[in-house]
């Protein structure tokens, strides 16, 4: 039995888990697979591999969609294969932006993209040369 008519808190805790951070971690995998990292890709069809580690894996990419690149170039290959196309085919070939060593590194540089004129806008208000322009009384 699974003990979810005894502890329905349980169940209702769980379930809210399910679909509150289950379904968070979905959208910024599914978007860290196929959404623009810079500006420069922005109109490029994008599938990205992720070359990621255990936790990664487990965490974010069940049944082997860090591989997601071969996944969509070759949808007739079974997931488990997957690793096995990318060494013998893809590894070292895929352009840039379809690919990553990790979702931490494309989350790295998405977030990076995405403060980039932020970031011009403070180093010009406080950028080199602004303390030797002060006069000094």
């Known amino acids: 039995a699974s003990g979810f008519g005894t502890r329905p808190l349980g169940y209702a805790l769980w379930m809210s888990q399910l679909v509150t951070v289950g379904l968070v971690l979905s959208r910024v995998r599914s978007y860290l697979e196929h959404g623009t990292l810079t500006p420069e890709t922005e109109h490029e069809p994008i599938a990205r591999t992720h070359v990621s580690n255990l936790v990664e894996r487990n965490v974010l990419a069940g049944v082997l969609f860090n591989y997601h690149n071969e996944h969509h170039r070759w949808p007739q290959v ?24 990790s979702y931490l590194k494309s989350l790295g540089r998405l977030l990076h993209s995405a403060t980039a004129p932020a970031r011009a806008r ?11 322009n002060r006069q000094h009384v």
């Open 122 to 132: 403070f180093a010009g208000l406080f950028g080199k040369g602004s303390r030797g």
């Open 78 to 101: 079974p997931s488990r294969n997957l690793p096995q196309l990318h060494r013998l085919v893809t590894a070292g070939k895929l352009p840039e932006h379809d690919w990553s060593p």
